[in-house]
């Protein structure tokens, strides 16, 4: 009687839990899985050469109070990227409106193509002015927006791959204590279709 018993406690309880876990769209799982961290809106996007392009990053699933970030864009840097982009500027998004927050940024410029691209790493630092004035926990979709060129590559005859890579993510409380805000994905993707 006893067997009887713990085998209709693991066919109702398991074999359906199993059957459920197995029958999971990969699709939905990554939407159940959720971005997090400091990532960009898109995964990737299609460009024009020789015109200008603004991007969002956004900052999700903060946990704690914010009062510090630090982090870097590489721009070109990815071993399959061509050296098409051209960064132009970083500005404060819509989320931070307050006065208080402070971007600053440093841009170390590699050697500069002909096109007018290099390969770049942007250094960027964001903080608030007032004590314990940080960002409360939670997500913002509009944190930072970057503005970049693509290089003019109309007479090349194939499509052309580039990235911006956010990389070395750091945040602090106003303590001092460290926040995690690293990027659920990292690279940016940016495809130059030939013409």
Partial sequence: MLYFYYTMFFNLIFVPILIIGQTI????SSILSGDRGLIFEKVNVDRLSDSSYMDIIKLLNLSKKTQAIQFRLSFNNASDD??????EDLEKGSDLSDPSWLLDYNV??????????S??????????LNQDG??????????ITVKYRVADASILKSDLKSSIKISNVEASTSEGFAVDIKPSRDEFKILVKSE
Avoid: R
Avoid at 25 to 28: I, Y
Avoid at 82 to 87: A, D, M, N, P, Q
């Fill in 25 to 28: 769209d990969p699709s939905v």
């Fill in 119 to 128: 390969k770049d790493e942007v250094f960027v630092v964001l903080y608030n």
């Fill in 108 to 117: 170390i410029k590699g050697q500069t193509l002909k096109n007018g691209a």
């Fill in 82 to 87: 061509s050296t098409i982009l051209i960064f």
């Fill in 134 to 143: 940080g960002l409360l926990p939670g997500d913002y979709s509009h944190f």
